[in-house]
């Protein structure tokens, strides 16, 4: 029986305990969230861009 108590316990936890983000909260973190990984991306892009050159040079000189 301990399972089922721990299922509407949950359950009562997750319908009247929890603070759900309006949609206009959800959307805002959404962009900000985006925009993040576009950066990382970009930063990833660069080091991987300077990486390929560097070893390309070394590569060259061989």
Known sequence: MAFVENV???YNELVHKTSW???????QSAV???IASI???LIV???????D???SFIYGLL
Not at 21 to 27: I, Q
Not at 45 to 51: H, R, S, V
Request: hydrophobic share 50%; glycine share 0%.
């Open 45 to 51: 892009f660069a080091m991987d861009k300077c990486f």
């Open 8 to 10: 509407k316990e949950s």
């Open 39 to 41: 950066i990382l991306a």
């Open 21 to 27: 983000p309006t949609r206009k909260e959800l959307s």
């Open 53 to 55: 050159s560097i070893m």
């Open 32 to 34: 900000i969230v985006l």
